[in-house]
Each structure stands twice: as C-alpha cells, then as structure tokens.
C-alpha cells in the first residue's frame, strides 16, 4: 500500500508533517507503472497529476519546434516533478518518460492543493524543492560553460565514490544506461563516450555499467 510506502514518507514534499497524515493523505494516490522509455506525461499537456517517484527512474526533457529533445533532469526515488503546479498554471513545462522502468504515485493535483491549503508546509516544501532545482539548472548553466565535457564526467563519477576512498582501486555500478548519464551531464551520447575515453588516461576504464577506478586521487585531478 502507498500509504506505508517508504520513499513517499520520506519525500522532501511531505517533510514536516506527521507520519498519520502522509499515510492518510497518501492512501489515495495512484499508482502508474511505466516501461522502459515509456512516456508519462508531454510538454504543453493539461496537468491532472503531481507524481513522485517510488521505484526506477524518470528523465524530464524540453523540446524545440524542430521536435529536438533534450534532458533536463533525471528524478530518482523520492523525487516529485510537476509540483510546481501548487503555484498556479494548468500544464506541464516538460515531459517526462520512465528511464529503465519506473513507479510513480500520482496525486490528482485539485486534491494535492485543498491538502496543501490545509497544511501550509507543503507549500513550503515545494519552494524548497522549487529551489533545488533552481541551484541545480544554474550548477548545470556553469558546468556547459566552465568544464569540459571529460571533466563534468569527472565530476559525476567522484560523486559516487566513497568519501573514504582515495588512492585505493574503486569499482561502482552505473545506475542507468549510458544514455541516461548522458542527458543528466547535458552531453550527446556520444560525447559522453569520448569523455569516457579522454579520462582512461586518469585510469577510468567503463565496462557497460561497471566502473573501474585506479585512483580516486588521480581522478580528482582530472576534474
């Protein structure tokens, strides 16, 4: 049941409220399961839902009027998309589609304001989460214009070693296909792969998802 559902709990969008009241309230969501790269929502679409993601993962992109996508974001669980709608308008900025297979709560969006209404704190949340993506589009503004793209790859990749290690061997599984890194870095596929290439002399070798990394240390310079 949704309303025991952990990651819902634990969402940023819930914070402050009592575990009583999450459960309750979110009792009455929808679940939606997706396949992979399967379409959830589309840009410009008149918006029903709020949705959080409980399992898998789910890439927003933007689209131009050549019909060129790119990705703006990928949401893990936890993460909401389209609650920037308790702020008024009625459709969605972005699109959204499962990255590897994904489940979402989907809160019906009248229902998610009247809740908010009676309980100012999720408003608060939502310019809190409003402001994390904020910071994260103006670090990714920075990173296209201050990094290389071996270099943003760098980046990610220290990100998910321990803080422990240093100079010791590392090895980590990729969470979603390259593809998916790709649009998270703001990179075409196939720069992600000569970044891939340029940081095998920091000795970075990329075996599907698998990485290994001689040295943290070395990697670190090369960021």
Excluded at 76 to 100: I, K, R
Aim: charged share 20%.
């Amino acid at each position: 049941m949704l309303a025991k559902n952990s990651v819902l709990l634990q969402s940023d969008l819930f914070a402050g409220l009592d575990q009583a009241t999450v459960e309750q309230f979110t009792a009455m969501a929808q679940v939606g399961t997706f396949a992979p790269d399967e379409k959830i929502i589309s840009e410009g679409q008149q918006a029903s839902f709020v949705y959080c993601v409980t399992k898998g993962f789910v890439r927003l992109s933007k689209s131009e009027s050549a019909g060129r996508e790119a990705d703006i974001c990928v949401c893990e669980p936890g993460d909401t998309f389209g609650e920037y709608l308790l702020s008024g308008g009625g459709s969605y900025a972005y699109s959204a589609w499962s990255a590897d297979g994904a489940e979402v709560a989907l809160f019906e969006l009248a229902e998610l304001r009247a809740f908010a209404d009676r309980h100012p704190i999720i408003h608060r949340n939502v310019i809190r989460i409003m402001a994390r993506h904020l910071l994260g589009a103006m670090d990714c503004i920075a990173g296209d214009r201050l990094l290389t793209a071996a270099q943003r790859v760098a980046n990610y990749l220290m990100s998910r070693c321990p803080a422990s290690a240093s100079t010791s061997r590392v090895t980590f599984r990729l969470p979603y296909r390259k593809r998916i890194l790709a649009g998270k870095l703001g990179l075409a596929p196939e720069a992600l792969s000569r970044a891939f290439a340029t940081l095998a002399a920091s000795g970075v070798e990329v075996r599907g998802k698998i990485v290994l990394i001689d040295s943290v240390d070395l990697l670190r310079e090369a960021c």
